[in-house]
């Protein structure tokens, strides 16, 4: 790995971020600097000085920068148990509602969205829930839509379903032709996928459930801190906050906002509301 020189990755964020409002300057440095240094090699450049400079220059140089900022690995019914959990502790509370509001944030090429949509239509309770997924990247997010995967993604899901609760046999999801898997399209009809920073943007849904797994592990603690009051913001009173087993709630200053539903998965239950919170300080995602 290459060396990041501090002084270079600080200019480096902050053009990016005053040229294309991307901000990445509160990311946890560790797993940062290993992005930076692959980078570097990616444009075969020396100096993240002279990287800024031909991402300044041109913003289709910056579309193909931005998939190495954002790390994007996700697969089907990733961390299976989580979705266990979900189907075990949180869905029968959701089976009493007649609507459902999910927010999946950051979700990637699309993956946990389509896991997800399966476990509820198992479970009868796909058609009167509303997903919102959002990511940062657009390109992963066109992805993400189409539902279509390569057949050699589709092994994390024959391996993960059945742990993850699933009650058919996974070949009925889809249909395999030229090495692709087709996702029926009925699973995403409910689903609005849209672009979203979790960073800079503000809360634009009241939601039952929301989903942000394997995204915090790349904050700093102040940015988490910030991504939690947001999620506290967006939720009714009583919903569920789900990380997932990698990340936790219990060192932020938004931790007494919420009651801990498992601590194994990491999933909340929305016990206080912050105050300022209205409608007013709801807007759509761009
Ligand atoms: C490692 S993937 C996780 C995908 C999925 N949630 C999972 O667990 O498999 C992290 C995702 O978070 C997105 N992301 C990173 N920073 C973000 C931000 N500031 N706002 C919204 N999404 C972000 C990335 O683009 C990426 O798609």
Request: proline share 3%; aromatic share 12%.
């Amino acid at each position: 790995m290459m060396r990041i020189d501090p002084v270079e990755r600080h200019l480096f964020l902050e053009g990016v971020f005053m040229r294309y409002g991307y901000d990445f300057r509160q990311y946890a440095e560790a797993s940062l600097d290993r992005r930076l240094s692959t980078l570097l090699t990616q444009f075969k450049v020396s100096s993240l000085l002279e990287l800024l400079k031909k991402v300044l220059d041109s913003s289709d140089t910056f579309r193909d920068v931005l998939p190495y900022l954002t790390i994007n690995t996700t697969e089907f019914f990733r961390d299976p148990l989580f979705f266990r959990t979900l189907r075990e502790v949180v869905f029968p509370v959701l089976k009493t509602y007649s609507r459902i509001v999910i927010w999946v944030a950051g979700c990637s090429t699309g993956e946990e969205v389509l896991s997800l949509a399966i476990a509820l239509k198992e479970e009868n309770l796909l058609d009167r829930t509303t997903i919102h997924a959002t990511d940062i990247n657009p390109k992963v997010l066109k992805k993400a839509k189409e539902g279509i995967y390569e057949l050699s993604l589709i092994s994390s899901f024959n391996k993960n379903y059945v742990t993850a609760g699933g009650t058919n046999s996974p070949s009925e999801y889809y249909t395999a032709e030229y090495g692709l898997a087709r996702f029926n399209s009925k699973f995403l009809e409910n689903t609005v996928f849209s672009e979203h920073n979790l960073v800079t943007d503000a809360p634009f849904i009241e939601a039952n459930l929301i989903l942000c797994r394997n995204v915090l592990i790349y904050f700093n603690r102040e940015l988490q801190d910030r991504a939690f009051n947001l999620f506290a913001r967006s939720l009714v009173f009583k919903g569920y906050l789900g990380i997932g087993s990698k990340e936790t709630l219990r060192f932020s200053n938004t931790a007494n906002y919420f009651d801990t539903i498992d601590s194994n998965q990491n999933i909340y239950n929305l016990k206080v509301q912050p105050v300022g919170k209205s409608a007013a300080s709801l807007r759509k995602p761009t």
